[in-house]
């Protein structure tokens, strides 16, 4: 178990707003600051599925996990947009299905390194990692995440409510398949998305009040149903396609929230 950083690491600016604190802040966790706790507000405030949105996007990561330790048989994840520690980490859920499963986990906030020793705590049996980087550095997550992983076998790519944070410019499509071509075949990918074609003028005003107090480089972009389906190219979409939050594989018919919840979600296999 090991903490490590691939060159990509951004110095702690706490006056303007981070996507991993302020997802903590909407969580109701702690570890964020006055900055990040106003930009959580804001964006809440103008669009108030935001909160339910997070929460149910957990929750999806969750019921991921377990599907693709469980019933896909994967016993390895590189989860690239970590965040801040809550309940139910990619590596604990993974472990109870597979106390054998190894798990690296990717973030860019210095924050989340200080808790990375939370995202260490693994089975005897499994392994986790801590590399500080950013999404866009392809090739340096690969080559540190081969250190944990064998990428000759099936990984869980988890990419959860990170994308938005690429701009187009720099083409978040590609990155996301730029991976996916490293990964074996069986391997999957689990994303979420905020979404531009649900609810558009709150998640437009949402969108604009946090970027407006987001630090350099972590603006983030809505994207559309369609937009969400194309970060799948190169994998056969498992049923039921991309969805809304609480469609994708629901514990129960009760687990399903009121309301349109502004994000897509989807599980796809590498063929």
């Known amino acids: 178990m090991s903490e490590r950083s691939t060159g990509g690491m951004v110095p702690i ?10 997802y903590n802040a909407w969580l109701g966790g702690k570890d964020h600051y006055p900055a990040d706790q106003e930009a959580a507000e804001l964006a809440a405030a103008a669009n108030p599925q935001v909160v339910p949105a997070v929460r149910a996007n957990r ?3 969750g019921r991921a996990v377990r599907h693709l330790a469980g019933k896909a048989r994967v016993r390895q994840f590189l989860d690239i947009g970590t965040g801040i520690p809550a309940a139910d980490n ?3 859920v993974a472990q109870r299905v597979d106390p054998g499963a190894r798990v690296v986990y990717v973030d860019n906030d210095p924050i989340v390194l200080a808790h990375a020793r939370a995202l260490l705590v693994s089975t005897e049996e499994g392994t986790t990692d801590y590399l500080e980087a950013d999404l866009r550095d392809v090739d340096g997550i690969l080559t540190a995440a081969r250190e944990t992983l064998d990428l000759s076998q099936p990984v869980g790519l988890m990419l959860v409510a990170v994308l938005q944070y690429i701009p187009g410019a720099d083409d978040p499509h590609g990155i996301a398949r730029r991976i996916l071509d490293e990964l074996a075949p069986g391997s999957h990918i689990v994303l979420s998305h905020p979404a531009a074609d649900i609810g558009a003028e709150e998640v437009a005003e949402s969108m604009r009040r946090y970027n407006d107090r987001a630090a350099e480089h ?3 972009t809505p994207r559309t ?7 799948f190219d190169g994998a056969d979409l498992l049923d039921p396609g991309v969805v809304q ?11 399903l929230s009121p309301g ?3 994000m897509w979600c989807g599980v796809g296999r590498k063929l």
Request: hydrophobic share 40%; aromatic share 8%; glycine share 4%.
């Open 260 to 262: 349109a919840l502004p």
């Open 225 to 231: 149903h369609a937009e969400v389906t194309q970060f």
């Open 218 to 220: 972590a603006g983030a």
């Open 13 to 22: 600016n706490s006056s303007v707003a981070h996507p991993a604190r302020v």
């Open 59 to 61: 929750a999806f990561l």
């Open 245 to 255: 939050l609480p469609e994708w594989h629901p514990d129960s018919a009760g687990s």
């Open 90 to 92: 990619t590596h604990e």
